[in-house]
């Protein structure tokens, strides 16, 4: 069973509306939780990071952690274009292994004009 | 690219060559990792190293070494011996925010195999 699962999809969202991106991982000692965003050919940037349960908002973006159901998602509202991008999740190893990271597959995102 | 830079962007290998994958930070980390990615695939950990003249090994690395002789620098090389070598490496250094380790990635180097 790997660690972070996401959907690949691609997920195609009209430009405006909201992009659901979903995440399950399977270590309950889990931690900290990210959401990067990578462009085709780039390296990965950090976009959210989250700690405990509910929702934490950034501007257009939203995560939500559920360590109860293991999963952590992100919302991105008004979608633009220029979201058009790889979503990934990444999840920290715990208070045991808190140096480690480990990432799911990546959603990827179409924001369509 | 906070700080993390890897070199070169772009290598290309003949079969049997061993290359080495440059990795240099001015963020005074502690904390340094190599990452390998494949299309349609997310990131999987090949080495890190938390202080100077130690790392550990991570889940696919077979193939590969590294050192950590300074705190900047963690040299990737990989070797004949990886099979499969072509894919996106990543760098990338851990920085507290909010008590919690984040990770920071380099610009990448894409090595392709002929």
């Known amino acids: 069973q790997k660690e972070v699962e996401q959907n690949s999809g691609p997920l195609s969202v009209p430009e405006g509306a909201i992009a659901s991106l979903n995440c399950t991982y399977s270590?309950?000692?889990?931690?900290?939780f990210f959401w990067y965003r990578q462009y085709s050919g780039k390296s990965p940037e950090l976009i959210m990071s989250?700690?405990?349960?509910g929702d934490k908002e950034d501007g257009r973006f939203t995560a939500q952690l559920n360590k109860a159901s293991q999963y952590v998602s992100l919302l991105i509202r008004d979608s633009q274009p220029s979201d058009s991008a790889t979503y990934l999740c990444?999840?920290?190893?715990?208070?045991?292994?808190?140096?480690?990271?480990?990432f799911g597959s990546g959603t990827k995102l179409n924001v369509k004009p | 690219d906070g700080g993390i830079t890897q070199s070169p962007k772009y290598l290309f290998r003949k079969e049997g060559q061993n290359v080495t994958l440059s990795c240099e930070q001015n963020?005074?980390?502690?904390?340094m990792y190599w990452y390998r990615q494949d299309p349609g695939q997310g990131l999987r950990l090949i080495y890190y190293?938390?202080?100077?003249?130690?790392?550990q090994k991570g889940d696919i690395a077979e193939g590969y070494s590294v050192s950590r002789e300074k705190k900047e620098s963690f040299p990737l090389t990989v070797t004949s011996a990886q099979k499969n070598p072509t894919a996106f490496y990543l760098c990338?250094?851990?920085?507290?925010?909010?008590?919690?380790?984040?990770?920071?990635f380099g610009a990448g180097s894409r090595l392709t195999v002929l």
């Open positions: 990444a999840v920290n190893g715990g208070i045991y292994n808190f140096n480690k990271f480990y």
């Open positions: 270590d309950r000692v889990s931690q900290s």
């Open positions: 989250i700690y405990s349960n």
């Open positions: 963020l005074n980390h502690d904390a």
């Open positions: 190293s938390q202080i100077v003249n130690d790392f």
């Open positions: 990338a250094c851990t920085t507290v925010r909010s008590g919690a380790n984040v990770l920071t």
